[in-house]
């Protein structure tokens, strides 16, 4: 089932600037509701991120240390990971490598700073991150930008579930 979810990101002067149009959101009708893995040192940003996403139906693992993340996630599953890239004193990384090495195809989103440069951000993306988001935009753009990380991961899964069905019955 596509369930539409229609976002306008205002611009200056009002201008819509970015649409998200459609969020997979049931692929199959079967899956509960994503789980997301928050990694941040700072405390009032996990809470209320962790607040905002519950109350969109998104329960929260927060931790703000990259051990005790990875050993969450070597004991339960998410659906999408968020690590702060500053507030990791340099791991996040490692932290990144290491998330992959459990699970491949989990996605990564990586919160920048104004204070993040450029190198931090690829050094960041060739560890294995997915994508990165700015902690600065509005709550709702940064929720745009979760919701259609999930529906892709769905959708990859869904279709990676599917190639394996039918190779099977083949």
Sequence with gaps: MLSGLFYSCLGK?????????IEFIEMQ????????????????VSEFLAA???E???????????DKAL?????????VVVVDLKSQNGTATTLIA???AIDSRLPIVVFTEKGCNEVQVRAAMRAGASGYVSKNLPTEQLYC?????????RYNARRVRLQRELLGAA
Excluded: M
């Excluded at 002067?13 to 149009?21: D, F, L, P, Q, Y």
């Excluded at 009708?29 to 009032?44: I, S």
């Excluded at 969109?56 to 990259?66: L, V």
């Design 71 to 79: 050993n969450w996630l070597g004991q339960n599953r998410c659906e």
């Design 145 to 153: 930008v979760l919701a259609r990380v999930l529906a892709t991961a």
């Design 13 to 21: 002067a009002g201008r819509v600037v970015a649409i998200v149009t």
């Design 56 to 66: 969109r139906g998104h329960p929260c693992n927060a931790s703000p240390e990259a």
């Design 98 to 100: 290491s998330v992959r």
């Design 29 to 44: 009708g079967n899956y509960l509701a994503a789980e997301f893995l928050l990694v941040d040192t700072d405390p009032k």
């Design 52 to 54: 905002y996403l519950s």
